[in-house]
């Protein structure tokens, strides 16, 4: 397009294309080559394959792109909250008026404050437990009512409820309003899941944002939100920003979804899927039922022709049955009288053969001997006795205490050590002044020896 004549005391007129075209000559003759550190926030991939992002400090934000053939360059892959340093060129693209750094390499510092704080705090809470599998809670398959803490003025709570009524579901949907950004949204979004809690009925807590950069997500990665989902008796499903983004909530929830959208698809039963799958099922079952009556009707007929007549098949059963039973009969009564005749013979040679009768014959002849035994053993007594008597009448005759009870006496005297009372029969065998010992009939005496006398 031409420019519009102007006089010669006017400034030329431009079109938007030829200022926009001017001013990225001068940016690209002026930063050709530039070397620009910050943090990558907002990192989109497209169908194109293609990275945009935003380089971004503390005081401002730069629009940067790195295509797709750039990317195989790079040490590692590039994502939200990594400090870099990009080497390229600032260019415009005039479309939409934006200028921009058109990357061409990329140097890792590692990653930004906030994702380093957020890594932080995912390791010690997920050491702590919060994030284990064991506790988390099922999810109601058909909530009667669903809490949404959410901002009621944003997008994601209308995605959400746009499921909810197509999908024409009975459940009621509760929305409590809390800040999700900025300073202090975390504790009301701690405190809302606290009251929740002891104040409603819910059955399920749906925590409901949209997407944005990770410091627009800071307020569910604080801590006290991640403590209130982890001690919440009711199950919670975080839906927060888009399928890429990840905050501490999503580790402690109970169920993640990839959006505010999945989240409704996930928790919210579809009730026209529902019938229509019910009345899917009841033809199935109608159908299978149908067949299995008709396979039965079938075996019915096909057995009745196997059988034929049933009641003539019967009849012929029932005389073939008294038959055997007639015979069973007579067999029976013949064996029990042949058993009784041989079990009357036994009884005969039994009491012929029987211990009783035995014993009483034994026991007899046992009265018999032991009478004559105590007899003999009588008659050996007196024998013995009377043998007894005269052995100690003649023993009686040549004793020393006859004798002694005759007047006699018997003298000794006793040995010192282990030697025996010594007799004294003669007075050689005798000392004065020895003690000495004499036995009478009665009693006996010690005396001390004064004077011997032998025999001359």
């Avoid at 919060?130 to 669903?146: H, S």
């Avoid at 024409?168 to 929740?196: C, H, L, M, N, S």
């Avoid at 799958?277 to 009707?297: A, E, P």
Wanted: hydrophobic share 40%; net charge positive.
């Amino acid at each position: 397009m031409e420019p519009f004549t102007t006089t010669p005391s006017e400034p030329a007129i431009l079109t938007v294309s030829q200022i926009s075209r001017s001013i990225r000559n001068l940016l690209e003759g002026e930063f050709r080559f530039i070397r620009v550190s910050g943090e990558i926030s907002n990192l989109s991939r497209p169908y194109s394959g293609h990275s945009y992002f935003t380089l971004k400090d503390e005081g401002a934000q730069l629009r940067a792109v790195l295509f797709k053939g750039q990317q195989r360059f790079l040490a590692k892959d590039i994502h939200d909250g990594q400090q870099v340093v990009c080497h390229g060129r600032i260019s415009v693209y005039e479309p939409r008026g934006d200028y921009q750094l058109i990357v061409d390499s990329i140097d890792f510092h590692g990653a930004g404050l906030l994702q380093l704080q957020f890594e932080e705090l995912k390791k010690r809470l997920a050491a702590e437990g919060l994030f284990d599998v064991e506790r988390k809670k099922a999810i109601p398959l058909f909530p009667r009512k669903i809490t949404l803490i959410t901002s009621p003025t944003g997008a994601a709570v209308h995605d959400f409820l746009k499921i909810w009524r197509n999908r024409k579901w009975g459940a009621t949907i509760q929305i409590f309003p809390v800040r999700v950004q900025g300073k202090g949204a975390a504790e009301e979004i701690a405190e809302a899941i606290v009251r929740v809690n002891k104040e409603t009925d819910s059955d399920i807590i749906v925590l409901c944002r949209g997407g944005g950069a990770l410091e627009d997500l800071w307020a569910f990665n604080e801590e006290c939100v991640a403590r209130a989902i982890y001690g919440s008796t009711l199950p919670i499903v975080s839906a927060i920003g888009h399928e890429v983004d990840f905050t501490i909530a999503d580790f402690c929830a109970d169920l993640r979804a990839p959006t505010p959208t999945g989240a409704a698809e996930q928790i919210i039963p579809d009730f026209s899927l529902l019938q229509r799958q019910i009345l899917l099922y009841k033809r199935q079952l109608t159908t299978l039922l149908l067949k299995k009556i008709d396979g039965y009707s079938r075996q019915v007929s096909q057995n009745r022709r196997l059988l034929g007549d049933l009641g003539r098949t019967l009849s012929h059963l029932t005389l073939q049955i008294d038959h055997h039973t007639s015979r069973l009969t007579h067999s029976m009564e013949r064996l029990l009288q042949q058993q009784t005749f041989r079990l009357e013979r036994v009884m005969v040679r039994l009491e012929r053969q029987s211990p009783v009768n035995r014993m009483t014959i034994q026991a007899q002849r046992l009265r018999h001997a032991t009478e004559k035994l105590i007899e003999r053993t009588q008659a050996l007594l007196r024998q013995k006795s009377a043998a007894f008597s005269a052995q100690a009448a003649l023993l009686d005759t040549v004793s020393p205490l006859a004798t002694l009870a005759r007047g006699y006496a018997i003298v000794r005297r006793k040995k010192s050590g282990k030697n025996r009372e010594e007799i004294i029969t003669r007075s050689i065998q005798a000392h004065p002044g020895e003690q000495i010992e004499i036995l009478l009939h009665s009693g006996r005496l010690e005396c001390e020896i004064n004077k011997v006398i032998n025999p001359l």
